[in-house]
């Protein structure tokens, strides 16, 4: 974690350097000199940091160089607030053309004596270093790498903390991995287990012991990759009752109690085994030491010497994990416990990580490209939990298990990283860069002048929510170094003033609050990079919002009644927007003129556009607008109400060789031809086209080469829709959604021979299943629902002898749904 704070204070370092000589004055020999002595440190610090804790004295060195990194980053970020506002140039601006005219000389005074205390501290520091070096040696700091790896495998081994007779949910597991590594002896293979740290990996493998294993070899190896699930809940729970009370059966007066303990550990072996180590010693009768290991769940895992085991194995996982990774990784701390983190978060979490400075640039990919592929990173490290998915595959919610939350909060707390305040602190915390507020009291803590070096504020919707009158007290109180402040769901009527003095400030979520209106004092944010007012009732932006040429993120829409219930909500943008060239995501944007659309062409960076009522006469000028944005990669276009005509039917070239999603939402002559080029497009909605059936447009759509998502609601108006064979060679997932006039769905043999999932849904004069199911080899999933009751009976009563039940009988999960009674029931076949 110290590497990643120094790595990015040398790139400060180094942008501060190369401005103009007079900005820095006499000052300029000793920020060169704390930049080189600290790109020295850097990697003996990946060094350090990978021994753990296995070294106090180390660590305090670690420690010590963390937080003169911290306090180096305070310093300079002080140095832009006062000297570099109003100018948005460089990272520090053109501040060695107003060096001449500061007049606040007394801070550039205190500034210059703190430069001087921190060489002075970096010189001790380093040569606290030399003294360490030659005490142990140059080659090896410590203990040794021998003996750390061993330490590392024994605590693996204390997975196997109860005897093999007892364990719980291997068999099966040892059984898919036995046949992946036997089904063919001709070849050699290499089996990979992978999963969360404390899901039994080595346990399973020490079960790959086999003569006949180690034998199945050739010349040619092929890989294979076995992932390690949880256990289920009634696996957990004989596991549990095993270790806790040596298979007698859990008590009736604490089963209650233990099942919630039990949760805690999320289906994880080692958890639920090194849990019922802790409860196993507790009295049975006295339910209330057992009701104080859940509430104090988070000191158990501190404090207790069997779960310091789970604590160790999780370290291990933290420590393997490149610098960069770290950080992001700790800054999920800030969400509560058993938080689900939704989609929408998700896309807040890419911005944070972005604005924070977590994100190491790379050459021909854009930030949040970088910042997906980090998150990538961890899910597939199996520290983030995927809690589930869209049809589509799209990651909709993750999580953080509960043992590897206490484990990252516990390291922020240490690194005065991140800090979680609630309703019960007294005092703000000291030095901390990240707070996260989980709710409120009527007396919040005091003291806000301990807040100076927060960089990162993010609160959450309780039962006591934040007020726009502590706000502005909050952020008048200290914070003035903010680079993101996320306030969704606040009591916020308006912003408060001091929220436009924030001039480091590169974030703003201000979605589902009451604000209604965008000052114009917006335009002092030079430096905002993320503008997110989603669900709020925000009907236009002012001029100043184009002073911010930094922004690569606006997100606007409001919610509330419309004069046209048609229309998709947006926002007015004045004239001028293609102004703002770094713009990558743009939602949801209103063409209530023609200059509008023109000026969207301008925006040659955007990956992500969300257009709103667009009206017909505009759809020749879009076209043309689009022709330019060559890095679109996402496209969603609505138009002003139910009868108009979105008139895309123009010529557009290869160039939008990008784009992968399209949703168009209104009447269609026909689909656009541009459309049919697009060899990467994956996903394609078509909502109310009203495409008839003599235009055969929906089997053109099956010459797409890679599209793997298709949906079309309300998108045709025939009796009969037929798949051909050979058409739609990859598409995974298919909805067919309040198609009035449809009667029949026919597929062909070797049609939509990858298709997974089909989903029907209020096309209600169907007459019956479609005709071809049983071509569908590949089908998981079928589901009809809100379809006509006459329907769903004959499904529901087929005869299994009957022809109907043999072209569904090999589908896994077949559902209905429909409503009764104001509710709505799902039944599986």
Not at 162 to 171: F, H, P, Q, S, T
Not at 320 to 342: G, M, Q
Not at 576 to 589: D, H, N, Q, W, Y
Not at 752 to 760: A, D, M, T, Y
């Amino acid at each position: 974690m110290a590497e990643s704070v120094v790595v990015f204070l040398i790139k400060q370092l180094s942008a501060l350097l190369s401005q103009e000589s007079t900005l820095l004055g006499g000052l300029r020999p000793d920020v060169q000199f704390i930049k080189d002595e600290l790109g020295s440190m850097k990697a003996f610090l990946r060094q350090a940091e990978a021994k753990g804790d296995n070294d106090s004295q180390l660590q305090e060195w670690v420690k010590q160089v963390r937080e003169v990194a911290y306090d180096t980053e305070d310093v300079l970020d002080d140095f832009a607030f006062r000297f570099a506002r109003g100018d948005a140039d460089g990272f520090f601006g053109r501040v060695g053309k107003i060096y001449n005219s500061i007049k606040n000389l007394k801070a550039r005074h205190r500034i210059s004596l703190e430069i001087k205390d921190i060489k002075a501290r970096v010189v001790e520091i380093s040569a606290r270093h030399q003294r360490y070096q030659s005490l142990y040696g140059t080659q090896e700091i410590g203990p040794s790498s021998s003996h750390l790896a061993n330490a590392d495998c024994d605590i693996r081994d204390q997975a196997l903390l109860i005897e093999e007779a007892k364990l719980v949910g291997i068999d099966q597991p040892k059984k898919e991995l036995i046949s992946q590594v036997l089904d063919d002896n001709s070849h050699l293979k290499v089996v990979s287990v992978v999963g969360m740290g404390g899901l039994g990996k080595t346990t399973l493998v020490k079960k790959t012991r086999i003569t006949d294993v180690a034998s199945a070899s050739c010349l040619e190896s092929h890989d294979f990759i076995y992932k390690m699930k949880p256990l289920s809940d009634e696996e957990s729970w004989t596991l549990f009752c095993n270790r806790t009370f040596q298979s007698n059966g859990c008590p009736s007066n604490l089963e209650k109690v233990s099942r919630k303990i039990l949760k805690k550990c999320e289906g994880l072996p080692l958890a639920i085994v090194a849990m019922g180590g802790v409860l196993a010693l507790k009295d049975k009768d006295r339910i209330d030491e057992w009701e104080m290991i859940l509430h104090g769940f988070s000191g158990e895992v501190d404090g207790s010497g069997k779960l310091e085991r789970i604590r160790r194995i999780l370290l291990l996982s933290y420590n393997d994990l490149p610098h960069h990774l770290k950080s992001c990784l700790l800054y999920l701390s800030i969400y509560p416990e058993d938080y689900r983190i939704k989609r929408i978060d998700i896309y807040n979490i890419l911005d944070t990580w972005i604005a924070l400075g977590f994100i190491e640039e790379k050459e021909g990919m854009t930030a949040t490209d970088i910042a997906k592929r980090y998150l990538k990173e961890l899910i597939n490290r199996s520290l983030i939990q995927v809690k589930g998915t869209r049809h589509n595959g799209i990651l909709k919610e993750c999580g953080i298990h509960d043992f590897l939350r206490e484990m990252i909060v516990s390291k922020s707390k240490e690194q005065s990283f991140t800090t979680v305040a609630t309703g019960y602190c007294t005092r703000w915390p000291g030095k901390v860069r990240h707070l996260a507020i989980h709710n409120f009291t009527d007396n919040p803590p005091q003291g806000f002048n301990s807040l100076k070096s927060l960089r990162s504020l993010r609160t959450f919707k309780y039962e006591d929510p934040l007020t726009t009158s502590f706000l502005s007290k909050f952020l008048c109180g200290g914070p003035k170094l903010l680079k993101v402040l996320n306030l969704r769901e606040a009591e916020l009527d308006n912003i408060p003033k001091a929220v436009f003095k924030l001039f480091h400030l590169k974030y703003l979520n201000l979605s589902d609050t009451r604000v209604k209106i965008i000052p114009k004092s917006i335009g002092q944010l030079q430096n905002l990079e993320a503008l997110i007012l989603t669900g709020t009732t925000i009907t236009e932006l002012p001029v100043e919002i184009l002073k911010l040429r930094r922004l690569r993120c606006l997100a606007v829409g409001r919610k509330g009644d419309y004069s046209n219930n048609y229309a998709i909500w947006g926002f007015k943008s004045p004239d001028g927007i293609g102004k703002l060239t770094s713009l990558e995501s743009l939602a949801f944007i209103e063409a209530n003129s023609g200059k509008i659309v023109m000026e969207i062409g301008k925006l040659i960076q955007l990956r992500q556009l969300w257009i709103t009522k667009l009206r017909r006469e505009d759809g020749k000028e879009l076209v043309s607008s689009l022709l330019r944005l060559t890095n679109l990669q996402e496209l969603y276009i609505s138009s002003i109400k139910e009868e108009e005509t979105l008139d895309l039917q123009h010529s557009i070239s290869s160039r939008l060789g990008f784009l992968v999603r399209i949703l168009l939402d209104g009447r269609l002559e026909g689909v656009p031809e541009w459309v049919m080029s697009l060899q990467s497009l994956s996903t394609l909605a078509l909502y109310n086209s009203g495409l008839s059936e003599d235009e055969n447009a929906i089997d053109c759509l099956g010459h797409l080469p890679n599209l793997v998502d298709l949906i079309l609601h309300r998108a045709y108006e025939g009796e009969t829709l037929c798949f051909k064979a050979g058409r739609f060679p990859k598409l995974q997932r298919l909805q067919l959604g309040q198609l009035k006039r449809l009667k029949w769905v026919r597929v062909e043999e070797e049609s939509l021979s990858n298709l997974q999932q089909f989903l029907i849904v209020g096309c209600k004069l169907m007459e019956g299943l479609p005709l071809g199911l049983q071509n569908l080899t590949k089908l998981k999933f079928f589901g009809f629902y809100d379809m006509s009751d006459e329907l769903i009976h004959k499904v529901q009563n087929l005869d299994k002898q009957s022809e109907d039940y043999q072209t569904i009988s090999h589908i896994p999960q077949i559902c209905t749904g429909h409503w009764i009674n104001g509710e709505w029931k799902e039944e599986f076949l």
